[in-house]
């Protein structure tokens, strides 16, 4: 390309010469020298057109042209800074959004995980067909376990525990609360992380009774042993028992089960095995494929005694599909996250409305303009060209304001998000998001320059540069229409976040069952061999609670496996004793209680009795159950004195309390039935297993504020047992709070996404009805001195805005028919078409329209009718 | 060019410069004015060359790759542009030919339709 070019002076060279022949030959035929190169010159014609004519062949014409149109366009948007300024804001608080909102999209849904071959990573779901349909992703028991452990050879297996918990760490002479992880052997072997130093569990240390070690991650071994390499073999104190250090993470590893350390899941069939206690991961093996995997997993699996899948479901088919590990891992947060990528490309929508209007009132005050460019000869394809170069530079402009935005919106948004809320890789600006912005920028441009550039292909230049006013009046219904457009977005927008905000509303003023305020809560880990005797566990629970009471300003202390706002235990197999329900197994959650729990916390007992000190070890076994269990498995009977599990005796009925959901998810809190039973009843081996998956909660109800309530706390605990860490302080307003992140995280994005909208509609109208009141100035004078109040004036002005917006009301209404229909699975509490939710819609809406109205009209009083005249 | 001026000389067709361009070329390289007398001559005088049209198009045939350029010394000694047929102009010049015999050949049968009979 380059090679070709020829240079202009070249060309000079070439034709020079040729006159120099031509006027020699014509020389030879007799001429003067200046008579013959004068003819010679008038034979060529015009030089300075060949030369130009060779400029124009060139090929990097169409450079010089975008050159000279940047550098008007340039110069056109410095002549307007309002306009521009308007115009990157509102692009860069678009793009902005969208580009944060895609910056999770991609990290969630696009990017791949950060392990070697993570399409070779899976998990496994199962599809119930049925009476009762499902498709999910199942926790597996132990039974299911080793089939696919043994069975499955298509497949490296492991399993891991469902969540990490809290327990103590000795190191030294200091005691740590730490979150342990369980994971089987292969569990890293499945993510190809390899230990920087010391090496993963080996099968012997993952079966039932193997050797107990563990494995740190690097920031705990950095933050309690200083790095220290020698730390393999060594054993640490864990749980009050010995485990020997076998390895470190590498720094930055990232584990689908995150904590500070990892101990060998030892899964069976036995003990937790009985249930589904194991979250699986799976990665193919070399050679094999999927649909190999699955297979295998479906044989091995149909043959299992015990189908729980299958219970309680006549005529049910299960079967079993791999999915990548990726999917399995987002698949709750996939639909909040494409809902909130379709509320930024709403946002995106009306950004583009409002400029869209904007660019066509501007094209069209340009009519002079332009119509003199086109009269001195330049083609529509040349105005076309600059009008959207105009816009590229505009829309350039805000991609690279809205990168900005985009990352510090970014970094509110994963300050909002609950931690290890993502899962794997960080969230960055990488490739992908940029050329996103990029694309988005683009879209933006085509999408509000259209407009304008169509009109332009309508000029009349007579007509146009004849008139001394800028032509525009009939431009207002289109402008009306892209108001009415972005209104109904809008709407849609406010509607949603307005049925969020309610859900919320109606889950936090939820009746909870007790009185959360003035109580403080400990936890701490008894998941320790010094509390696998059920004594020194009693003993531990009187002492210190005895101390906690002592506490001036204490009114009751009492100690709980679960707390209300918390997923409690979920027990099965409650066998009902007496009764028409006799012989009925159910499931409740299961929570032990001390004596002044429901004192401490304020749950009503209805009937019966609460439970006292003497309910100890050797006297009869006592239960206390909540209304909901009465309901669903006594129909309301009376409950008092009836049996479970043959020896149990119910003693009391109590309030229901609101708790995550843990047996029938319906809705972050909810009222699940439940049954409390003594501490002191509870056998060792029954606590051992608790104790592994729960951390019980010391609690105290205080009758007013108390200086220093949790050092205090604190030493109670240390007196009964130096050796036991709290995990932390939480008020009963902390767990609310942190049972409803999920929500509080949505109802924040979509309101400020919501706000954001509603103010980009503000302008619009804003814009439309300021600009009306600046056209119509002349006519408005006119109006007044023929005797029209400002009052008419300014409603008559204002009217367009009002009536376009009105229709956007409507027409957004009945968009919200349909759109949030969608929404009904998170909304709690509430219906789709909620009377206030709407009601607050519309008010919203009329009130951001009057203002947007009202204030560009205020001028009108400033209209000086006989000034205005004058000037015509 | 008084002497020449005593009689009328056709304008050159539309596109058909190019054409006689290749052609003349066939001979040998040539510069702009060369090419621009061969013409004239060849047609007897009955064709007149716009000297300020030659040049643009040349340097178009140049930019298709039908004839190539280089400087040379014309045989007067002096400095030009010397343009010569490469193999994808003589090809051209093969087509173009053709056509353009076609089209002369329909055309004189439109205007002088007995002499086909």
């Known amino acids: ?872 | 060019m008084s002497t020449q001026e005593t009689r009328e000389r056709l304008e050159l067709l539309q596109g058909t410069l190019d054409l006689l361009i290749l052609r003349t070329l066939i001979f040998g390289s040539q510069h702009g004015q060369g090419i621009a007398r061969a013409i004239q001559q060849t047609s007897e005088e009955e064709l007149l060359v716009e000297h300020g049209a030659l040049y643009p198009a040349l340097q178009r045939l140049e930019e298709r790759g039908w004839i190539s350029a280089k400087w040379g010394t014309s045989a007067n000694n002096r400095k030009a542009r010397f343009y010569s047929l490469t193999a994808a102009g003589r090809k051209q010049l093969v087509k173009e030919t053709a056509k353009w015999k076609r089209l002369a050949a329909a055309i004189g049968r439109i205007l002088d339709p007995a002499k086909e009979g």
Request: glycine share 8%; proline share 5%.
């Open chain 1, 1 to 872: 390309m380059f090679r070709d070019k020829r240079k202009a002076s070249d060309f000079s060279a070439e034709i020079e010469a040729h006159i120099q022949h031509e006027s020699e030959r014509l020389q030879e035929q007799g001429l003067g020298e200046k008579e013959a190169r004068a003819a010679a010159r008038r034979s060529f014609g015009n030089v300075m057109q060949a030369e130009e004519h060779l400029y124009e062949s060139g090929r990097w014409l169409w450079w010089d042209h975008l050159r000279q149109d940047l550098r008007f366009g340039l110069r056109m948007l410095g002549r307007n800074p309002g306009f521009t300024v308007t115009v990157v804001l509102t692009l860069a608080l678009s793009i902005g959004a969208n580009t944060a909102i895609f910056s999770i999209v991609n990290t969630l849904l696009l990017k791949s995980l950060p392990y070697s071959h993570p399409e070779r990573m899976g998990t496994i779901y199962t599809r119930v067909t049925g009476p009762v349909g499902s498709d999910e992703r199942h926790h597996l028991n132990g039974e299911q376990w080793e089939l696919l452990r043994d069975n499955v050879p298509a497949l490296i297996s492991a399993v891991s525990g469902i969540r990490a918990s809290g327990v103590n760490l000795e190191a030294g002479s200091r005691v740590q609360y730490v979150h342990a992880g369980r994971i089987s052997a292969h569990y890293l072997d499945v993510l190809a992380i390899h230990p920087i130093i010391g090496r993963n569990f080996s099968d012997a240390e993952d079966r039932p009774h193997g050797p107990k070690t563990a494995i740190l991650n690097y920031s705990l071994w950095r933050n309690a042993w200083g790095a220290n390499p020698n730390i393999l073999g060594q054993a640490v104190l864990l749980k009050g028992e010995p485990y020997a250090v076998i390895g470190v993470l590498p720094e930055g590893a990232i584990i689908p089960l995150n904590a500070d350390l990892y101990t060998a899941l030892q899964p069976s069939r036995q003990g937790e095995g009985t249930g589904t206690n194991f979250e699986a991961i799976t990665r193919l093996r070399d050679g094999a494929t999927w649909q190999e995997a699955d297979a295998e997993i479906n044989r091995a699996w149909s043959l299992r005694t015990h189908r729980y899948e299958l219970e309680k479901n006549p005529g049910a088919h299960a079967m079993y599909y791999s999915v990548s590990l990726q999917k399995g891992e987002t698949a709750t947060l996939r639909p909040q996250v494409l809902t909130l990528m379709l509320a930024a490309g709403f946002i995106l929508l009306i950004a583009c409305a409002n400029l869209a209007g904007l660019t066509l009132v501007r094209v069209l005050r340009r009519t002079p303009e332009i119509a003199t460019r086109l009269a001195l000869g330049a083609s529509r394809w040349q105005i076309q060209k600059q009008l959207w170069v105009e816009n590229l530079l505009l829309a350039f402009a805000g991609g690279i304001a809205g990168i900005a935005v985009g990352l510090v919106a970014l970094r509110g948004l994963l300050l909002l998000l609950p931690e290890h809320f993502l899962p794997g890789a960080d969230v960055s600006l990488d490739g992908r998001v940029l050329a996103f912005t990029l694309f988005v920028s683009l879209l933006t441009s085509a999408l509000f320059g259209m407009l304008p550039a169509l009109t332009t292909r309508e000029f009349d230049l007579r007509s146009t540069i004849g008139s001394r006013h800028s032509t525009g009046g009939d431009r207002l219904r289109l402008r009306q229409a892209l108001i009415m457009t972005e209104v109904a977005l809008t709407v849609v927008l406010l509607a949603a976040s307005g049925l969020l905000v309610r859900t919320l509303i109606h889950l936090q003023t939820l009746p909870p069952g007790f009185n959360p305020t003035g109580v403080m809560t400990a936890r701490a880990s008894l998941d320790n061999v010094r509390y696998h005797d059920a004594s020194a566990f009693r003993k531990l629970l009187n002492k210190s609670l005895a101390t906690m009471r002592e506490i001036p300003g204490v009114q009751y202390a009492a100690v709980g496996l679960s707390l209300p706002y918390e997923r409690a235990l979920n027990a099965g197999g409650i066998a009902i004793s007496d009764g028409k329900e006799a012989g009925q197994k159910v499931m409740a959650d299961e929570v032990y209680t001390t004596p002044d729990y429901f004192a401490a916390l304020q749950i009503p007992v209805l009937t019966g009795r609460s439970f006292t000190e003497a309910d100890g070890p050797d006297t009869q076994r006592v239960a206390i159950v909540n209304q909901m269990f009465v309901r669903k498995f006594f129909h309301d009977a009376n409950a008092v004195g009836r049996y479970l599990d043959k020896d149990t005796m119910i003693v009391g009925v109590v309030e229901n309390v609101a708790m995550a959901p843990g047996i029938d998810p319906v809705a972050p809190l909810t009222s699940e039935e439940t049954m409390y039973v003594p501490p002191a009843q509870m056998e060792a081996r029954q606590l051992s297993l608790l104790h592994v998956w729960f951390q019980p909660s010391w609690i105290v109800r205080t009758s007013g504020p108390v200086e220093g309530l949790t050092a205090q706390m604190q030493r109670a605990l240390a007196s009964a047992d130096p050796n036991l860490p709290c995990s932390g302080f939480y008020s009963m307003r902390d767990l609310l709070a942190k049972t409803l992140a999920t929500q509080r995280v949505e109802v924040a994005l979509l309101s400020a996404m919501t706000a954001l909208a509603l103010l980009l509609s503000a302008v619009g109208i804003f814009a439309l009805i300021a600009n009306i009141v600046a056209q119509k100035t002349r006519e408005i004078g006119i109006r007044l001195a023929l005797g029209s109040t400002i009052r008419q004036a300014m409603i008559h002005t204002g009217a367009p805005g009002v009536r376009a917006s009105a229709l956007g009301l409507i027409l957004g209404l009945i968009l919200c028919t349909g759109a949030l229909r969608a929404m009904h699975s998170v909304l709690y509490g509430i219906g789709v078409y909620d009377v206030p939710a709407l009601a607050t819609v519309v008010l919203t809406l009329g009130l951001v329209t009057l203002l947007a109205t009202i204030l560009p009209t205020l001028k009108i009083a400033k209209i000086d009718p006989a000034k205005t005249l004058r000037e015509e």
